[in-house]
């Protein structure tokens, strides 16, 4: 079973290259394998957190929670995502917008017990924005109140099966006229992909480089 010591220790690591991590996941062009990357003549990207908040279950399972965008959102509606959004002038750093917006769309305003680490920094393209992510452990998941104008699912990845290749996936998408290669997590029925797959890829690697072969094995 994978503990928040294995955790800790993953986000302790003296060396990590998140790179083969993030490739792995990353949506790119079929002919040229060129993942997107933001335009040096375009203005400069915007910021946002977003905050992958491990806690246990009842049987001390660790899981990751994500949430599934309304359909009605102007951007990135229908996908699933960690919660958080746009950096506010008065936030102090990435952690405070993601812990910020977590309580604004999941009425989870309790500070997490503790705060892991960063992850690496993703673009995202179609909204030209970098976001930043943080990764937190709480001990107990409280009764959420999802914002329904934001939130249309609440669940949980657990951890272990991001060792499961059978739900790594991909499709092919035609994207500004270039046949995209699309790699997803299929999770609970949920396609997870784009920057958020990026970002469990990397949480998987750094577990990995930490957690017993032994451990990482699935049904």
Not at 2 to 21: G, M, Q, V, Y
Not at 120 to 126: E, L, N, V
Request: aromatic share 8%.
């Amino acid at each position: 079973m994978i503990t928040l010591a294995h955790l800790r220790a993953a986000f302790n690591l003296s060396e990590f290259d998140p790179r083969p991590a993030l490739v792995k996941m990353a949506p790119y062009r079929a002919e040229t394998l060129e993942s997107p990357y933001p335009d040096p003549s375009a203005p400069p990207p915007n910021e946002a957190g977003v905050l992958a908040l491990v806690y246990p279950d009842d049987e001390g399972r660790l899981g990751v929670l994500l949430t599934l965008r309304n359909d009605k959102l102007r951007g990135h509606s229908g996908q699933v995502s960690f919660p958080g959004g746009r950096r506010d002038p008065t936030d102090p750093d990435f952690t405070a917008t993601a812990l910020r917006e977590t309580c604004e769309e999941l009425g989870l305003c309790n500070p997490p017990t503790e705060i892991l680490g960063m992850m690496t920094r993703i673009y995202i393209p179609p909204s030209h924005f970098y976001v930043h992510p943080t990764v937190a452990y709480l001990n107990r998941l409280p009764s959420l109140q999802p914002n329904p104008e934001e939130v249309a699912e609440v669940f949980t990845l657990p951890l272990q099966d991001l060792f499961d290749d059978r739900l790594k996936q991909h499709d092919y998408h035609q994207f500004n006229g270039y046949r995209v290669r699309v790699p997803y997590y299929n999770v609970q029925g949920h396609k997870v992909w784009g920057a958020t797959a990026v970002m469990l890829s990397e949480l998987e690697h750094r577990l990995r480089a930490v957690v017993p072969s032994e451990l990482l094995q699935t049904r």
